[in-house]
């Protein structure tokens, strides 16, 4: 479907920025509908509504707080370290390296990150399921956040001034089309990935793609210093 356009120009990016879960791997593996099914059994076991009830509160605090942890703190006290410990024996098989993502990673000039709204134990395991670890700086999650998630703009803040990074020449990847926003509104070039991307009509996404590694290697990119 790209293959008639012009390779998206990303010679200026040397910071490369990307959301983790659904975007370094596909919404297709069905991991985030494991994720999902773990936090409504959360949500039901704080709240003691029945399962139906406990999903639509959770996909409410989502759409509200840009986290469901966000709402169940807010309202419910739930302890953070707590709510991230039911995350942290995920059965991963669902996770599959991808041998074209990892070279297609690989040959990003300049330095990687991980900007994720999970926690940072999660961020890990996950990393390290897809073989992609190693490609990484370092990952900035919620916890680095102050449990203050993205789209809000004092994550953006948070993470720009612990990395030093300069928009300008940073590149942002992520599937949840709102929280490109604000990565535009600092100047970084955003790319919207996922089944759902190219019919994406926002104004702040830059670019749009359903394979992330194709993307990524029909990218035109700054020439090794
Ligand atoms: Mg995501």
Not at 28 to 45: L, Q
Not at 117 to 138: E, M, T
Not at 214 to 221: M, N, P, Y
Request: hydrophobic share 45%; proline share 6%; aromatic share 8%.
């Amino acid at each position: 479907m790209t293959a008639d356009r012009d390779p998206p120009d990303l010679s200026q990016v040397d910071t490369w920025l990307f959301d983790l879960d659904n975007t370094l791997y596909p919404a297709s593996s069905g991991f985030m509908g494991v994720i999902e099914g773990r936090m409504t059994d959360y949500v039901e076991r704080v709240t003691g509504l029945v399962r139906e009830e406990a999903y639509k509160l959770q996909k409410k605090y989502l759409a509200e707080y840009g986290l469901t942890l966000g709402g169940l703190m807010e309202h419910h006290g739930v302890d953070p370290d707590d709510y991230h410990k039911m995350f942290q024996d995920l059965p991963l098989e669902r996770l599959a390296h991808d041998p074209e993502l990892l070279a297609a990673l690989e040959r990003l000039p300049g330095r990687r990150l991980i900007f994720t709204n999970a926690d940072g134990v999660h961020a890990k395991r996950v990393l390290g399921a897809l073989g992609l670890s190693h490609l990484f700086a370092d990952v900035f999650h919620i916890g680095h956040a102050d449990f203050v998630p993205k789209p809000n703009k004092p994550a953006f803040d948070r993470i720009v001034a612990l990395h030093a990074i300069e928009p300008a020449t940073t590149a942002f990847f992520e599937d949840a089309e709102r929280n490109l926003a604000p990565a535009a509104a600092l100047g970084m070039t955003t790319v919207l990935v996922g089944p759902h991307a190219q019919a994406s009509t926002a104004d702040f996404v830059n670019h749009r793609t359903d394979n992330l590694a194709s993307f990524l290697k029909d990218a035109r990119l700054k020439k090794a210093a």
